[in-house]
């Protein structure tokens, strides 16, 4: 259980593209979701919590006009990446709250901004 | 101050030893923790939680915790090359929100 999916798994674009992500709980639903970015060699870094049916929260510094949150179903939420340019590719995360306080992982999504 | 600390190694031990992984946490509300193991290029997979002082086994994995020292430790037995990995430490207040430390970089070596 607690399965969660994200699509793509890897994603190259031109600067000044927009990218979406999907996030999906599989196997539960999943009223909150995060997303997180991690650059190469360090750890992850919250860029905000979904929040179903409701705006999302940002964490200091992050962008809320350039990385779009939508968490429209328990089981979806969607980042997407306006604008994109060199220095937003990193590897973006995102997780589900399951039963206890754990997170669960998708397997990450790539973007690269050429 | 960072809310959560590791050492970032690398960590290394022989095939069939026991791997010590360590972590401190600053806030004294926090009340859930976690370890999780990222493989390069990968995303982070949950290996253990504990939430109450003491020890906490599965399998060849001990988390142990200790809230007076804000201290909490992830012991792996008979490690085995495949557990080569970054281990991260999370720990969260009673909130949705995980704090994560850096990781731990562990080399188990045949």
């Known amino acids: 259980g607690a399965v969660v999916s994200q699509h793509p798994s890897r994603v190259i674009c031109k600067s000044g593209t927009s990218v979406k992500i999907e996030c999906r709980s599989l196997?539960?639903?999943?009223?909150?979701m995060f997303w997180y970015r991690q650059f190469p060699k360090q750890s992850l870094m919250l860029m905000a919590t979904?929040?179903?049916?409701?705006?999302?929260?940002?964490e200091q510094g992050v962008e809320k006009d350039k990385f779009l949150i939508n968490h429209a179903s328990l089981t979806l939420s969607t980042l997407t990446v306006t604008s994109a340019h060199p220095e937003d590719s990193s590897f973006y995360i995102c997780?589900?709250?399951?039963?206890?306080?754990?997170?669960?992982f998708g397997p990450g999504t790539r973007l690269t901004v050429l | 101050q960072k809310e959560v600390e590791q050492n970032s190694g690398p960590l290394s031990v022989p095939e069939g030893a026991i791997a010590s992984l360590n972590c401190t946490y600053s806030?004294?509300?926090?009340?859930?923790f976690f370890w999780y193991r990222q493989y390069s290029g990968k995303s982070p997979e949950l290996i253990m939680s504990?939430?109450?002082?003491g020890d906490k086994e599965d399998g060849r994995f001990t988390a142990q915790l200790n809230k007076a020292s804000q201290y909490v430790s992830l012991l792996i037995r008979d490690s085995q090359p495949s557990d080569s990995a970054t281990y991260l430490c999370?720990?969260?207040?009673?909130?949705?929100?995980?704090?994560f430390g850096t990781g731990t970089r562990l080399q188990v070596f045949p």
């Open positions: 997780s589900a709250r399951g039963t206890g306080n754990g997170q669960f």
């Open positions: 196997d539960f639903q999943a009223t909150t």
């Open positions: 979904s929040n179903e049916g409701s705006k999302a929260t940002y």
């Open positions: 806030d004294r509300g926090s009340q859930s």
């Open positions: 504990i939430y109450s002082n």
């Open positions: 999370a720990v969260s207040a009673n909130t949705d929100k995980l704090i």
